[in-house]
């Protein structure tokens, strides 16, 4: 598998997405090197890629040690509150903010402002993590006394369903969402970032105005 070949592949989609819905810029692309080794990740590096994400604490700071400084760690994962002090001070972004709980632990062991998404569940599957959507503003309001954590943005992750009318509704609706709370004009929550879209939906993701789409399998592969 070439890295190479598989992003400028990606890129052209992404590319024909935008186009299609109208939007001028295309979303970040972050390779998810959870299942691949430290030389395939130097190899993403080497084909362009700037964006890592990382789902396992200690996975995430081996691939943080092995790539060059201007490398940008995304921790996309479920993260328990005990691992909190392992690794928030490393992380560029955090994807999954979805408990108040959370919120307290990394404002205690946070050095520093963190840029974090809240992870929605937006079509409500019992085995997803994340809030719903009609609890985003409360969740975003209690998030207000946390002065280390920053809402970026919002993310989500859609069923793994072939219904494509589906999963762009359930995009779209996060995307409205995302630039409700933007309105708001919140300093602690600018919410300018939308995180959504894996390797079998990015282009829908794309249309939807995703600003940040997080592709493993189909840029990187799958080794370990």
């Not at 205690?108 to 809030?131: L, M, P, T, W, Y």
């Not at 589906?166 to 409700?180: A, D, G, P, V």
């Not at 939906?201 to 840029?219: C, M, N, P, W």
Request: negative net charge.
């Amino acid at each position: 598998m070439n890295v190479q070949q598989n992003y400028d592949k990606i890129k052209t989609e992404l590319d024909t997405s935008i186009k299609k819905a109208g939007i001028s810029t295309q979303p970040n692309v972050i390779a998810v090197t959870k299942y691949v080794t430290i030389d395939r990740a130097n190899e993403a590096y080497d084909a362009g890629l700037r964006h890592f994400g990382e789902n396992r604490v200690e996975g995430f700071l081996a691939k943080q040690n092995a790539l060059p400084d201007d490398a940008v760690f995304h921790f996309i994962g479920t993260l328990q509150t005990r691992k909190v002090k392992e690794v928030i001070n490393q992380v560029d972004y955090f994807h999954a903010l979805d408990r108040l709980k959370l919120a307290k632990e990394i404002q205690k062991r946070a050095e520093h402002k963190v840029k974090c998404f809240v992870q929605v569940n937006v079509s409500e599957e019992e085995s997803k993590q994340g809030i719903t959507i009609n609890e985003i503003n409360d969740f975003i309001e209690a998030i207000k006394e946390y002065d280390n954590i920053e809402v970026v943005g919002l993310m989500t992750m859609a069923p793994l369903t072939g219904d494509v009318d589906y999963i762009r509704q359930l995009f779209n609706t996060l995307k409205e969402k995302q630039s409700e709370i933007q309105a708001l004009n919140l300093s602690y929550a600018p919410c300018t970032e939308l995180s959504m879209g894996m390797s079998n939906d990015y282009q829908l993701a794309a249309e939807a105005g995703a600003s940040f789409v997080r592709i493993g399998t189909k840029l990187v592969g799958k080794e370990e």
